[in-house]
């Protein structure tokens, strides 16, 4: 890659941090010691209990609405965060909800459903459901996510991003799965390093493999229904989960036992958003990169954070 393009890479991961301490207000180096407090959003009137609004980019009025009746289930109140065909691509320019206060080890969860994009099935979209911190003293930022990528409702990402100081050659870092519920077919699960813009993958075996299989879930889509999703982040390891939507069991899509240095200890904004990606497509369509025609939105019914005792 060129120096401009590297150039204008850097500025954008600079920018998203930036957007992200205008959100939260926040400094790690003042909540590493703090006492972190469980709560849960339902999303029932029309301002989050929980969560406030930020983005880099057009900020229209329709891009987030809280309150506001689902269009598959017309009882239920949700969040719609919808994106804006007029945004450019990268995360800060859509829509962004970042919690009020600072969370750390403990279970994140929540109920959503990511837009039907039929009529147009090469957009590039995400829906993220993450923490995020970014620490400009290190190179490199900390993050959990579950990622949509929206031109194919079966697939599923996962990935934990590394906050341990790299060398400069090395700009992020990150362990990740990527899963078809649908079909129970696990794509990769991988340790990857970016020597500037070029990534370097490294299969992962043993216990930062586990389980090496996924079950399916018959016709799962997460764009027809709305489904429970949750990460239990912990010291030692991370366990991604989803709910099964019809015997209501835990179906554990990765736990993550790797060394501690690939597990951020760091606390974090608890974070949700959609965005215009026109450089990711979805696994299964290398031409779902497409700047969306239409305001694509998704549904969160409710969004929790449990802190976990470790005392």
């Known amino acids: 890659m060129d120096n401009k393009n590297k150039l204008i890479t850097g500025w954008k991961i600079a920018i998203f941090s ?17 006492e972190y407090h ?18 880099g980019g057009n900020r229209a009025e329709f891009t987030h609405s809280s309150g506001v009746r689902s269009s598959v289930e017309p009882d239920t ?5 919808k994106m804006d065909p007029e945004d450019s691509a990268t995360p800060w320019q859509g829509p962004n909800m970042s919690s009020h206060q600072v969370c750390h080890f403990g279970t994140y969860a929540g109920r959503l459903r990511i837009p039907e994009v039929s009529r147009q099935p090469n957009v590039g979209g995400v829906v993220g459901f993450f923490t995020y911190f970014n620490d400009p003293n290190i190179n490199g930022h900390s993050e959990i996510d579950i990622e949509w990528l929206i031109a194919d409702p079966e697939i599923i990402y996962l990935n934990a991003w ?23 077919v696990v794509y990769s ?22 389980p090496e299989t996924v079950p399916a879930i018959e016709n799962f889509n997460a764009a027809e229904r709305f489904h429970t999703y949750g990460f239990d982040w912990e010291p030692d390891r991370i366990r991604w989960w989803i709910i099964h939507p019809e015997i209501n069991d835990t179906v554990v899509l990765w736990d993550y036992r790797g060394p ?21 497509p979805v696994h299964t369509n290398p031409e779902s990169v497409e700047r969306p025609e239409y305001p694509f939105g998704v549904e969160f019914d409710w969004v929790s954070y449990a802190p976990l005792d470790i005392r």
């Open 260 to 280: 501690r240095e690939r597990i951020t200890q760091t606390p974090a904004s608890f974070m949700i958003n959609i965005w215009h990606t026109d450089n990711w």
């Open 38 to 55: 469980g709560f849960k959003d339902t999303f029932n009137s029309g301002e989050p209990e929980y969560f406030r609004y930020g983005s």
């Open 189 to 210: 699960t991988t340790y990857t390093e970016n020597v500037g813009d070029r990534p370097v993958r490294t299969p992962l075996t043993g216990n930062e493999n586990f």
């Open 162 to 184: 590394l906050d341990t100081d790299a060398p400069p050659e090395i700009t992020r870092r990150r362990v990740g799965r990527i899963i078809n519920l649908a079909e129970g």
């Open 18 to 34: 930036i957007v992200i301490i205008l959100l939260t207000g926040y400094s790690v180096t003042n909540n590493r010691d703090a």
């Open 77 to 81: 109140r949700v969040l719609l965060l």
